[in-house]
């Protein structure tokens, strides 16, 4: 089978890695070379909220090395991703610049949600019983040194996953001053993590877990100091083993764990706070290992460089996390769920019909999002809840999407109603032109859907679309009177005839 030749780019907040191979459109991948480089660019955003000039020159210095590399393999894709270190930086834009001039590479900057829907496409292609486990019950937890994530599954689903900026290096920034100032740093650390977690759903979950999966958190150096053969492979932990260590190493200081374990003061210093994270997890599930699948950020670069050269962007089980974390998110602020699973079957339809008209494919996850979410804003208010779901959507961390995406999202609910986009509206404005015609696009169809159950009583199911000269036909079918939804299609449908150029007419089958 024919493989690329492709290299994975992770620009942490720690380190760098790179991993260099070949894959083939099974999705086999032959590691032919990995490189881990450290480089402390979280230390400087998280203590001072922008990256120095040295510490810029020093990733530069670093990628050129990578680049020259992958010259030498003949690599011709690539793909690079940055974390929280260069995403919360102030100077972010400059640093980009910085790279892409010294080194000639490009950088994407990636959102906690998308890194954590890469991690766990990367856990799904290595991890054999992946099914098993999740459909037991399990919570995935992974540690950066910005941020951590937490993701728990139950009966084969997402169930949650929340982010919350606790990472090992970023506590370490915080708090490592006082190391020196007290004897009580353990107990300082352990208040410290306990209170900035204390609200987190996992801790107040009622649910057991039978497994825990560990990814990142210098668990890899953890590891190897019991195992120095398991480094590459999927390792489990006995949990009274992880304990056992984990309260001999905590019971150091920095200097002594960098002494007794032969490790680089940059690892060494991280290590107690990635080891009190885990802890705060660990007694939470039943599991009596822990599962570490030896995987990073740049595993899942290299699923999404698999998917892209192949194309093979489907609705495969990552897609359904997505629609599955969005749907735990409207259950918290009590959706309708039977009216936004008739609108999202209407809407989904419209759009799959209309695939020649309006030239989209990947957007169909945006428009299924935003119709799960569209209604969210009663929560807050029955007046303007448009406004409001728009807000409220705005405000959450949607599960494998971008900044841009979640705005996307948002705008297209917020328009779901009466009100349509105007040419001085400032929030659909400030998008970039293409998604301002993707979300658009998008409204167009949500609104049509959303009018076909205006009463919120699924009156009317359709059962044919098609398009005649000007004239997108819509025939549905109802046993009960349908004039409240007739009447909204006149009115909302008209967007869809400005954005399209294609006048909607409904016409209702009645079988009274």
């Known amino acids: 089978m024919p493989k690329n030749l492709i290299a994975a780019i992770d620009v942490g907040s720690h380190a760098i890695r790179m991993k260099i191979g070949e894959i083939n459109k099974a999705g086999d991948f032959r590691l032919l070379e990995k490189f881990r480089k450290i480089a402390v660019l979280g230390h400087d955003t998280f203590a001072n909220e922008k990256v120095s000039f040295e510490s810029v020159d020093k990733t530069c210095e670093i990628l050129k090395n990578f680049r020259m590399t992958m010259d030498d393999y003949g690599v011709k894709r690539y793909v690079m991703m940055a974390t929280s270190a260069i995403r919360e930086a102030s100077n972010k ?3 980009m610049d910085q790279i892409k001039l010294k080194t000639g590479l490009d950088i994407r900057i990636i959102d906690n949600s998308q890194e954590q829907y890469l991690t766990l496409k990367a856990l799904k292609h290595k991890l054999v019983d992946y099914n098993t486990i999740t459909s037991e019950g399990a919570v995935v937890i992974v540690i950066g040194a910005g941020s951590i994530q937490i993701t728990t599954f139950k009966n084969g689903e997402l169930k949650s996953s929340q982010n919350v900026k606790m990472g090992a290096l970023r506590i370490k920034e915080i708090l490592g001053a006082l190391e020196n100032q007290t004897t009580k740093y353990y107990k300082v650390l352990k208040e410290y993590i306990e209170a900035n977690l204390e609200d987190l759903d996992f801790l107040r979950d009622q649910d057991a877990y039978k497994h825990l999966v560990v990814i990142g958190g210098e668990i890899g150096v953890i590891q190897s100091m019991m195992d120095d053969e398991a480094r590459e492979a999927i390792y489990s932990m006995k949990k009274k083993d992880f304990k056992a260590i984990s309260n001999e190493i905590m019971s150091k200081t920095t200097d002594e764990i960098k002494r007794d374990y032969e490790i680089k003061r940059e690892r060494a210093e991280i290590i107690v706070p990635s080891l009190m994270l885990i802890n705060m997890f660990i007694d939470k599930t039943t599991a009596g290992e ?3 699948p030896n995987i990073s950020l740049a595993d ?4 999404f460089i698999h998917e892209d050269i192949y194309n093979l962007h489907t609705n ?4 359904q996390d997505i629609i599955t974390s969005a749907t735990v998110l409207a259950k918290k602020f009590n959706y309708d769920e039977t009216h936004c699973n008739h609108v999202e079957a209407h809407a989904l339809l419209l759009f ?15 428009l299924r999002v935003a119709t799960i979410l569209h209604d969210i804003g009663k929560f807050i208010s029955l007046d303007h809840h448009s406004e409001h779901s728009y807000n409220l959507i705005k405000s959450l961390e949607l599960f494998g999407m971008s900044t841009l995406e979640v705005e996307m999202v948002a705008n297209i609910a917020r328009y779901h109603g009466i009100v349509v986009p105007k040419d001085q509206d400032q929030n659909p404005a400030a998008l970039p032109t293409k998604e301002r015609i993707i979300v658009a696009k998008l409204i167009g169809i949500l609104r049509m859907a959303d009018a076909l159950d205006r009463s919120h009583k699924q009156k009317i199911k359709i059962e044919s679309v098609r398009i005649k000269d000007k004239e997108l036909i819509i025939r549905g079918k109802s046993v009960k009177n349908t004039t409240l939804e007739e009447w909204n299609f006149s009115k909302k ?6 954005v399209f150029g294609i006048k909607p007419i409904l016409i209702i089958t009645r079988d009274l």
């Open 493 to 498: 449908s008209e967007f869809f005839k400005e």
């Open 352 to 366: 799959d019909k209309l695939r020649k008209i309006h030239g989209m494919k990947e957007e169909r996850i945006l």
């Open 300 to 303: 899942g670069i290299i699923r």
């Open 93 to 95: 834009d400059y640093i």
């Open 290 to 292: 822990i599962i570490i």
């Open 316 to 319: 495969d089980i990552s897609t």
